[in-house]
């Protein structure tokens, strides 16, 4: 797990500019969704194309997290990435004829297809039948186009949400931004998030507190979702 924090000068930056630190001092759990980005074999098992080790370190945490989260009738929304591919191409080229080498693209390819065994949740996430899954095929889960994870948000309600997985960096942060931008109150759950290393983490992080959402730790998150009452909403 990533043993950093939001340095001093982004602190002192953050509160110059609003006065405090953290955006929300409560959040009302019917209103409230966990979102689980890409804890799928594609990013989390060793050797894996796109592995991000430190991912495997942050399974014990989210399973804590939504353990608690579903007591509180948060929903949970496990998202994991896929792209279809045929003959002619991919359902996103840029990314694929680019972005990654040839022996890699196969391979990723492969794992990242709708069916394929790197798309599926982590063996070791503890998922359970209540919770909703969907498929991206962007980093943000949402961009136009990419998932039905706005629909979903909106049919319940939500208008809170917590994000969680891999890459910090990278898809969480993409689906943060772009939630903020939808009117969604983001929080990024710091202990529960994973990059490729520990300055990559710590950038989204900071880049979020600044202009897209609030960054806590679940035992802050667990906190602000226990100030709300029978009659209260944020």
Same mark, same amino acid.
């Given at each position: 797990?990533?043993?950093?924090? $939001?340095?001093?000068?982004? $602190?002192?930056?953050?509160? /110059?500019?609003?006065?405090?630190?953290? #955006?929300? %001092? +409560?959040?009302?759990?019917? +209103? !409230?969704?966990?979102?689980?980005?890409?804890?799928?074999?594609?990013? @989390? /098992?060793?050797?894996?194309?796109?592995?991000?080790?430190?991912?495997?370190?942050?399974?014990? &945490?989210?399973?804590?997290?939504? +353990?608690?989260?579903?007591?509180?009738?948060? +929903?949970? $929304?496990?998202?994991?990435?896929?792209?279809?591919?045929?003959?002619?191409?991919?359902?996103?080229?840029?990314?694929? &004829?680019?972005?990654?080498? =040839?022996?890699?693209?196969?391979?990723?390819?492969?794992?990242?297809?709708? %069916?394929?065994?790197?798309?599926?949740?982590?063996?070791?996430?503890? $998922?359970?039948?209540?919770?909703?899954?969907?498929?991206?095929?962007?980093?943000?889960?949402?961009?136009?186009?990419?998932?039905?994870?706005?629909?979903?948000?909106?049919?319940?309600?939500?208008? &809170?949400?917590?994000?969680?997985?891999?890459?910090?960096? @990278?898809?969480?942060?993409? !689906?943060?931004?772009?939630?903020?931008?939808?009117?969604?109150?983001?929080?990024?759950?710091?202990?529960?998030?994973?990059?490729?290393? %520990? =300055?990559?983490?710590?950038?989204? #992080?900071?880049?979020?507190?600044? &202009?897209?959402?609030?960054?806590?730790?679940?035992?802050?998150?667990?906190?602000?979702?226990?100030?709300?009452?029978? !009659?209260?909403?944020?």
């Amino acid at each position: 797990m990533h043993d950093v924090e $939001v340095r001093p000068e982004i $602190v002192d930056r953050v509160l /110059a500019r609003r006065g405090r630190f953290h #955006l929300f %001092d +409560k959040l009302d759990p019917r +209103k !409230t969704a966990l979102i689980v980005i890409d804890m799928q074999g594609t990013f @989390v /098992a060793p050797g894996s194309p796109a592995e991000v080790p430190v991912a495997r370190d942050i399974v014990d &945490n989210i399973n804590r997290l939504a +353990k608690e989260l579903r007591r509180l009738d948060v +929903k949970i $929304v496990w998202v994991t990435h896929a792209n279809s591919h045929d003959a002619t191409g991919s359902d996103w080229n840029v990314f694929f &004829n680019h972005f990654v080498a =040839d022996d890699i693209r196969e391979l990723t390819i492969k794992s990242l297809s709708p %069916d394929g065994d790197g798309q599926t949740v982590w063996p070791e996430m503890s $998922v359970e039948p209540g919770d909703r899954h969907i498929q991206k095929n962007r980093y943000s889960a949402l961009i136009a186009g990419s998932s039905q994870l706005e629909r979903i948000l909106r049919s319940h309600g939500i208008t &809170n949400i917590l994000i969680t997985g891999t890459k910090t960096d @990278v898809c969480c942060e993409g !689906t943060a931004r772009d939630a903020m931008m939808l009117d969604f109150n983001v929080v990024m759950v710091s202990d529960c998030l994973a990059a490729l290393s %520990d =300055d990559e983490h710590r950038a989204a #992080l900071e880049t979020v507190i600044q &202009n897209f959402g609030d960054v806590m730790t679940t035992a802050e998150v667990l906190s602000v979702l226990s100030q709300i009452s029978n !009659t209260e909403a944020a």
